[in-house]
Structures are given as structure tokens and as C-alpha cells.
């Protein structure tokens, strides 16, 4: 019988095939037994030698070593845009909410390396998933697709995991490109798909971390690299049926194909890393075109959205502009030239974008905790920073206590000892160390400063 390859249990062994969950035997067997038709052409058709325990194990451990910190660098993202405030994307997220803490502002490069590693890894990591699920492939398709209720459920898994990576890196390349096609909203759509997917990855790996072990070490890493092409042999059969029935041969040896993805991986690390690099390597990053539209000059760097595509009027950033600062009971008003009049002070800080790309510039301007003091709010609990931008997602956002009262976080005005250009918020702007881009509220019409109720 064509797919009588050794599966769990055996094919000759039906005594095996008891589930001990209560699932008629019975069930199983006919399963089998009705092959769909073309079922047994694709498994013919699945002929490579190199697929394998080995294979699988190699692709299985750069995941196994890299996807926790893509997994724990985007909830780290998430739990930077703070699930305290009411800006937080997604906004309910039920019991999957994040721990509550405070973001800090130092390193002030801190968002710069959680989000630059998250988008950068998530990148790299493409050709490695793409082996890893050509390595098992034929297992996708294997006819019956299950035996046993255990399997069943492993099989949940697996849907679940190769479902819900090829969905996170979908949607997370879409975000980065700004094409937003989907009729959904992105931070929702990837933090539910990112438990679904760690949950499965969790279980995947409990199920698998043996066999990966026991794949490693069936073939030691130096011969296996050393052997050519034409030395290249199938695998002794597996118990999950990853080994071919019917092997054909080699196309490319296993170094080969372990050098392949790795290549392919490289090609992207080397496409993507100058998102994150100031300079001239900038112009690397092919694949993400805004970190590398920088333009000229001393606002000669990336723009996440401009005035005109936030229709701002240009009658509303010229002489007329007042940002009003509340809180304490009482309203100030202040216009440009009573700002640049306020003590001044430089940092330089990044502006790091969750669409991955970050840069490096100084700003000047006035300290947030100073016109925190102006307000009569020296002590405050929170600021809303709102924009004269009048609709859109980032119009407003809510800074907490930290944010508001370090020495660096800064009401900008000018950019590298210019005037900050129409598109990079001009006449205002906010940068605070270690803030998600998001959060550095361009075009500021208000800071609205929250007292401490708490006494
Ligand atoms: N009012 C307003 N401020 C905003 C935005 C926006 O869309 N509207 N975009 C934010 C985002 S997502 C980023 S990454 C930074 C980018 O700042 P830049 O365009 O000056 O580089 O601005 C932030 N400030
Ligand atoms: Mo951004």
C-alpha cells in the first residue's frame, strides 16, 4: 500500500492505533483507508533525499533559539506603548493583558534595540521558517492525517503554528511596507496572532524537543557539513515519517541547503539592518522604503508621516500657533518666541518607528518637566500631549510621570541647530529617551498635565 511508511506506532503494528482516548479504532482505519484522490501522486511527488530528522533539527534550532526573542522583543514593544493608557494598542485585550509598568527612559536607546531586533530578526527568520516548513512539507499532506485523538490535537498545534507565523510575518511585513490592506487593525490582529503562535510554539516545542535532540546528534554537524552532493543520502526512515518513501536523488547536498537559507537569511539581514543605521548605510535597507526617504540637510532624516498626509494647514503652524499647557487649575499660553525664550536644552535622542525604522538626531527645546512646573503640575502623574493634527491614530498620546519628568524629554523646537522642518513638527514637537516614535507627538497644539490625586 502506497504510504505504508513507518508511522507512529508502525504500519503494521494496528494494535498501536488504540488511542486509550475512546475513539473508535475503527475510525482510524477507515480514515486511512479513504484516500483522497491525488493524495498518493503528491506523496510520489515528495522525493528528496535531504528531507529528514536532521534537517528538520537544524532549520528547528535557529528557530528554536531565535524566536523567543523575536516573541519577547514585539510584547516588549507592545508593553512599551504602555497598556496603562488609553491610547495602548490593542485597546481590550482581556486576560492577555501585559504587566503594568512603567516604561523606563534610559538607555535612551532602549525602543531603538527592542524594535529594531524585532523587525530585523522577524525579517531574517523568513527563509529559515520557509526551510523549515519545506523540510516537513510532505507531513502537511500525509494521508490519513491523523491516528489517534493525540494526534489529532498535535496536528491543532500544527495548524496553529505554521498558521499563525505565516500570519504574524504577513501582517508585520504589510505594517512595515504601510500597507495597510487589511480590514483589520494591525496592532490588534498581530498581538492576538502572536499568543495564538507562541501558545503553539510552546507546545510544539515540549512535543519535539527530544526528537530534535536525538536528530542532532544521530549526525555529527562537521561530516554532514563536509559531505557533496553526490554523497548525499537519504536518512534511515523516522518514526514521523519525515524520510521520503521513495527517495530520488539530490538535487543540492545538505550543506547546500543549509547554506542556502542561511544566505538567503543573511541577504536579508544585510537589505534591512541600515533602517536602523544613521548615515550613508541607510540607503542599504531596500526593503523599507520610508526608514530611507532621509532627504537632505539638518531634517535630512526619515519621515514617519508628513503635514500634508496629517493635513495640518500651513495657517495653523505660523505666527498665529499657541501651545496651551493645562493642569493645576490653571491655563497657560505660550507662542513660539516665549518658548525659545524658556531655558533651552539639547539631547540627542532616537526616534525609533514600530515600522522599524530609527535614527539618531539632537533636538533642542524646552524640558517637559519644566512646562510641567509652568502649569503648576511639578509633580505630575501623566501628560496628554494632544496635536493640531485633527484625526488619525497618533493625534494624541499619554506620557506617564517618568516620561514627562526626565532631564532629556524635551518640547522640541529645533533639530541638529535648525528650526524643525514642517514635516518633522514644526513649530513643536515631543522626544523623550526611550519613547516609541509613536508616542513623539508631532505639531503640538497641548499638554495637558495630570496632578497626583493619590494623597
Ligand atoms: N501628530 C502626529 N505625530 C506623530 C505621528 C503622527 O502620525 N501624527 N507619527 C508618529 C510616528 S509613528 C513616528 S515614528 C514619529 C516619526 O517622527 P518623524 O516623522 O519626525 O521622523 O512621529 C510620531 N508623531
Ligand atoms: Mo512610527
Redesign the pocket.
Known sequence: MPGARPGPGGSGAPASDADGYGAPRGLWRGLARHRPPGVDAAERAWRSPLRGPWLTAVYGSALLVALPLVILTGLLDYAAYGPRFDQAFPQDVGWLRLPVFDWPTRPSWLFRVTQGLHVTLGIVLVPVVLGKLWSVLPKLFAWPPARSVAQVLERLTLLLLVGGILFQIATGLLNIQYSYVFGFDFYTAHYFGAWIFTAAFVAHVIIKFPRLVTALRSRPPGTELRTTRADTRPEPPDPDGLVATESGPATVSRRGAVALVGGGALLLAVLTIGESLDGPLRRTALLLPRGRQPGTGPNG?????TVAA?GVRPEQTDASWRLTLRGGGRTVTLDRPGLLALTQHTAALP?A??EGWSTRQRWTGVRLRDLAALAGVPDPVSARVS?L?QA?L??TAVLAANQVLDPDSLLALRVNDVDLSP???YPA?VIVPALP??H????VAEIDFRERTDD
Do not use: L, M, Q, Y
Not at 532624516?301 to 508621516?305: D, G, I, K
Not at 513623539?440 to 505639531?443: A, G, L, Q, Y
Open positions: 532624516f526619515p519621515v514617519n508621516r496629517a526616534i518607528c514600530v496635536s493634527e488619525g497618533f493625534r514635516d518633522h513638527g514637537r516614535g509613536v513623539c507627538t508631532k505639531w
